[in-house]
């Protein structure tokens, strides 16, 4: 287990890469005042960009003192990470720049139930072709950032569960992924990803709580811009809080476990069981019932509207929980189950947030969704890499790049 | 409100304080190597120390390369520091030295509905008292840390509720005390101040969730050893999650909040409804009514059983919500209710968290009581004083002591 806590302390030349992705042009001096790190240092650190071809000088400006100072700038084109985001039902892959901005899109293919060494190769085909298929060059990838359910070991790249099938609990998925790739791989819990790739998608405020979902439910917390860790280096397990004392037993042991009334698994295994299963048409993929259901019930299909609604207001209730025991001002949804639907689901948890948090009356709490919904944990899985690379002692090293 | 997140980055002179209360006799070059800081720094912060009288040379020993390293130790009787925990019910004083031991401990007048005007008197007649009756001199003293209830705005030392009457939110509690006292005050939470008292307690870990229950419930966090403070700089409101979404609309907003089926308060006024009342002689005091249920309950008396063990699970209950939440492997119980019926509550919450967290398979989850949990809060506000002053930039210029 790794150690407890959020991340601290970001490395130089990643705090100065973040800062001048936020700010455009900005000089060395600008620089260490806005990091109270000494000039000396600075430089140092430009020097390290500068050499990888991800920071140029780009003019000057004229200081106060009549000195001008040379404005840097940084080079988004300069460095390409792949981002992948799956779960049983759902993955999408993106290729995303160096400023964040998504280059490349694209679908995965479905795990179901399937084996990781089914699985593993026909990621790597689609890595590939996602790749060939876009304007950047193979030699400019740095990494894969593979964002997906915990439990996890981040460090060791596998999965601490035996989720989808038994074979991929412990199976060496960064490792597989890795050799098939030639690329470097890093694994992230999805939650967290989806929250450091809504930081780059949008307005994500420095600190925030991410409601994150899929065919189930996570969450994740953002403090001062770094993930919250915990002591196993995961997300927060809002998908196994308790929202009926009564419910039923959960296989994780809990009782009434908000995974099991509210998630598109749930509110799609309750639907196949009504007369909406043959009227929705609705098949085996629960997160494209769950769309087919929130379409319905916004056009006013009253049965629809009761089971969305039903799952609608215990996230609701969950965020409360959420909100009471972090106290973040920020709550931002994500997850490709909110493409449909989280314009819903984000009113509903405003509107019970604004009259049941307890510190309401000291601060207000907002409620978003990602900018992209279904792309932000992609997006984040492939900031993880960039930030992985910017943290390696030796990142001015030509051979620290892939393969 | 202050910045979101945990406090972070000790300044030298506090982590060196920290390092010399846990190892004893310790060399300035095994300082340096414990913080990772350069020698000229540790040095640096050693003559400040030694300066303020809280640090002296004690001997030598021998290095591996034959040069004597000169051995540094605490003096813990160099300064104290004053901790009060009050809330409506119930309220501690104690002086606590350099090392976190109690060098003196008294109760303090009880605030019951009364106007801070007529309670802040009486708290700086029970602070002169003790120190008094102690074997500490008044100018040693370098502070009052006061732990109470929240929201506060923690920088302003005033209360943002109004408990227990209105005259108290927004009254300047600290300055009134500081004013009545000649000494400075600081405020905390309750929750978090016992998380920060159980370290000095006894063998709390370096991460780990407080459950704190005096008249009501609320919740902390200890990351790495430092407060997390949310968007507000409060504890984690615990007593206001809910355990039964069809229980009752709380004060708060909230459906069936913890706190209103599960704290002394809320079981007191259900046995006061019942035979017990009479059988047990219950009076107004709720923690007393509390304390005289939970032995019945111990000596078999069924009723009581039935309504402390309600309570037991309720709480349980939210603390697997709480561990699910925070993935914390540790988690303390503290306040004064706990000083009867704390083992019951241990047993059943480390029962129900051995079942039935989500991460239980990837590592343990243990809960403990507090080392003295009716005086942990008061402990860690004295604490927080020490913080405060070893963090001031100031600390080495003797003006900056108390008046």
Do not use: K
């Amino acid at each position: 287990l790794r150690a407890f806590g959020s991340d601290t302390r970001l490395p130089t030349v990643a705090l100065v890469v973040d800062l001048l992705r936020e700010r455009g042009a900005v000089s060395r001096v600008e620089l260490a005042e806005a990091t109270g790190l000494t000039r000396a240092t600075m430089t140092n650190a430009v020097r390290r960009l500068i050499s990888l071809g991800f920071v140029r000088e780009v003019g000057t400006a004229r200081s106060q003192r009549g000195t001008p100072r040379r404005l840097l700038e940084l080079q988004p084109d300069a460095c390409h990470m792949v981002g992948l985001q799956f779960d049983r039902f759902r993955g999408v892959g993106v290729i995303v720049d160096l400023a964040g901005r998504i280059a490349a899109r694209r679908e995965l293919p479905v795990v179901g139930e399937r084996r990781p060494d089914e699985v593993v190769p026909e990621l790597a085909a689609a890595v590939d072709e996602m790749i060939a298929a876009s304007a950047v060059a193979r030699g400019d990838i740095r990494g894969i950032g593979l964002a997906t359910y915990g439990p996890q070991d981040r460090d060791a790249g596998v999965l601490l569960t035996p989720q989808p099938t038994s074979e991929w609990q412990g199976y060496p998925l960064a490792a597989a992924l890795a050799e098939s790739t030639g690329l470097r791989v890093a694994i992230e819990n999805d939650a967290t990803a989806a929250g450091i790739g809504a930081q780059h998608l949008g307005a994500a405020p420095s600190s925030f709580a991410v409601v994150y979902m899929s065919g189930g439910i996570g969450g994740g917390l953002i403090i001062d811009g770094h993930p919250y860790r915990g002591a196993a280096s995961n997300g927060l397990e809002l998908g196994h809080i308790s929202v009926d004392p009564s419910g039923p037993v959960c296989d994780c042991g809990n009782r009434g476990c908000l995974d099991n009334v509210a998630s598109p698994v749930a509110v799609s295994s309750l639907a196949r069981r009504t007369s909406l299963a043959a009227r929705l048409g609705l098949g085996a993929d629960p997160l494209e019932g769950f769309d087919l259901l929130a379409r319905a019930a916004a056009e006013g299909d009253s049965e629809a509207a009761e089971l969305i609604e039903a799952s609608v207001q215990h996230l609701a209730a969950a965020t409360v929980t959420l909100v009471n025991l972090l106290d973040v001002s920020s709550v931002v949804l994500a997850g490709s189950a909110f493409t449909e639907s989280g314009g819903r689901y984000r009113d509903a948890a405003q509107e019970v947030l604004d009259r049941s948090v307890f510190m309401r009356h000291v601060h207000s709490v907002s409620v978003e969704l990602a900018g992209d919904v279904a792309h932000a944990a992609a997006v984040g899985a492939a900031m993880v890499v960039l930030r992985n690379l910017l943290e390696s002692p030796n990142i001015g090293d030509r051979s620290a790049r892939g393969r």
